[in-house]
C-alpha cells in the first residue's frame, strides 16, 4: 500500500514555468519553408524543439490566449473563428499552420490585411501566441490547452440567420 | 504607517472602535473565568456553610447578567459600525474607479467632462478629509483592496462593481495592499496612497490633466523613438502621443510616482533600468516580457521615460 502511494505520488509530475525563456527557444526560425509549393526546408528540429517547449505547455498557451485579445487579434479572426481575417480554428492553412510557420506568418505580416507585428512583439510572446493560435485548431495535448471562451458560439438567432443564408438559393443579379 | 490600530480614515476609526470594545469586553470576560477558576482550585471541601447556596445563585445571576449585557454590547457596537460603513458618501469630492490587474492597480479619476479624466497606476493621490467614493472592478481574477489606516477590505470581482468609501483625515502617504490571493505576485501588489492638503491635490491634479512634453532633449527624443519603435506602446499608454494601449499602466506621469511595479521597486533610474532590462528577475511571473534593448537604447528609454513627470 505504502509503495503504491510512493509510486503514485513520485509519477506526479509539476509543469516548469519558464519566466525567462531558456537559450534558444526565443529566437526566430532561421529556415521555414510556407508550404511544399515554395522552395526551401524548415528545420524539423527546431520545430520539435519549439512545439515541445510552447505547445504542450499550459502557462504559456494562456499567456498566448491572454495576449490574442490585448493584442487585438480577436478584431479581425474573433476568438479563432475568424471575421475579416481568416479562422484559425480549421485546417486550412495559407501560409502554413506549423509552429514556426505561424510564428513568421505573425513576424512578418501576409498579404490582404495581415501586420507585421517583427520588432514590436518580442520573440517569446509570439511563440505563445503562435502556440495558442495552434491550440485553437486542437493541436497539443488536451490537458495542457486553456478552455474555450464562451463567446465563441453565435448566438442562437444569428446561426439560425446564418443558416437561412447558406440554404437560400443563390442570388443572381 | 499601516497598522488597523492608527485609524487615520473615519471607516478605519469605526472598525478601530469595534477593536477596542471587543478586546476590553472580552478581555474583562476572560479575567472573571480565569478569577472563578483559581477560586475552584483553592477552595477545600468542607469549606461550604449554610450561606453557600445563597452565595452560588448571586454569583450565577450576576454572571448570566454580565454575559447578556456584554453580548448585547459587542451586537449593538457591531452593528452600528456596520451600517457606518456601508453608508456610502451621499455627495463623494472625489469619485475613483479602481481596476485590479495582475498584479497592479489601474487607478482613474471619473469626471462628467471626459477632458477632465485621469488616468494613473499604483497610486491614489486625495485631499485630506474629502469623502471619496472609489468603484472597484477586476479585469482578471479576483482581488481585495486594503489600505488599513484607511478603511478594512473590499473584494475586486471581475464582472460584478463593488464600492468603498474613503475618508482620510491626515495629510500622509498610506500603504495599501491586495489582500485576496490573486497568483504568484499578490504579495508584491501594493499601492500607495497619498494624502494631501487640497491645494497640493489641485496642483497634482492639474499636472496629471497634462499631456506629456515634447521630447526636446536628443537623448530623450531617441529614447521615445525607442518607445515607438519596439515593444512598448503595444501595452502601455502616454497622453499626447499616439500610445494608447491600455493592456499595462499608463505611463503618461510614471516619473512623478514614488515606486514602480505596484509598490515592488522604488522609482529611480537605477531600479528602472533594473526593472527594464529583465523585468521577470525583479518580479517573476509578471505579465511585462524581456525586451531586449542595447545599452545606448536603454539608456535613451530611461532619460525619455525621466521626462515623463
Known sequence: ?173 | MHSVLQALGVHAQHIELVWHTMLWVCGFMYLLVIAFLIHAIWRRRGDSDAEAPRRMSVALAGWIGLMVLGLFGLTLTSFLTDRALVHAASEPQVTLKITGYQWWWEIEYTNPDPSRQVRTANEIHLPVGAQVLAELGSNDVIHSLWVPSLNGKRDLIPGRPTEISLQPLRIGRYRGQCAEFCGLQHAKMALEVVVESQQDYDAWYERQLAAAPPASEARAARGQQVFFNTACNLCHAIAGTDAAATVGPDLSHVASRRMLAAGALPNDPEHLRRWLQNPQREKPGNHMPIVSLGRDDLDALIAYLGTLQ
Not at chain 1, 15 to 35: I, K, L, W
Not at chain 1, 60 to 79: D, M, P, Y
Not at chain 1, 140 to 158: F, L, V, Y
Request: hydrophobic share 30%; net charge negative; with cysteine.
Open chain 1, 1 to 173: 500500500m505504502t509503495l503504491l502511494v510512493v509510486v503514485a505520488l513520485s509519477a506526479c509530475h509539476r509543469e516548469n514555468r519558464y519566466f525567462e525563456a531558456p537559450p534558444g527557444t526565443d529566437v526566430a526560425p532561421t529556415q521555414v519553408a510556407m508550404s511544399s509549393l515554395v522552395a526551401g526546408q524548415s528545420s524539423a528540429q527546431f520545430r520539435e524543439q519549439q512545439r515541445k517547449e510552447y505547445e504542450e505547455n499550459a502557462y504559456h498557451l494562456s499567456e498566448g490566449k491572454r495576449l490574442f485579445t490585448s493584442f487585438n487579434c480577436t478584431g479581425c479572426h474573433a476568438h479563432g473563428g475568424g471575421g475579416s481575417g481568416p479562422a484559425l480554428m480549421d485546417d486550412r492553412w495559407i501560409y502554413g499552420g506549423e509552429i514556426d510557420q505561424i510564428y513568421l506568418t505573425i513576424v512578418q505580416g501576409r498579404p490582404n490585411g495581415m501586420p507585421a507585428f517583427g520588432g514590436k512583439i518580442p520573440p517569446q510572446q509570439i511563440w505563445q501566441l503562435a502556440a495558442y493560435v495552434r491550440s485553437l485548431g486542437g493541436h497539443g495535448p488536451k490537458a495542457a490547452r486553456p478552455s474555450r471562451d464562451d463567446h465563441i458560439q453565435i448566438p442562437a438567432e444569428q446561426g439560425r440567420r446564418d443558416e437561412e443564408l447558406n440554404t437560400a438559393p443563390a442570388q443572381t443579379d
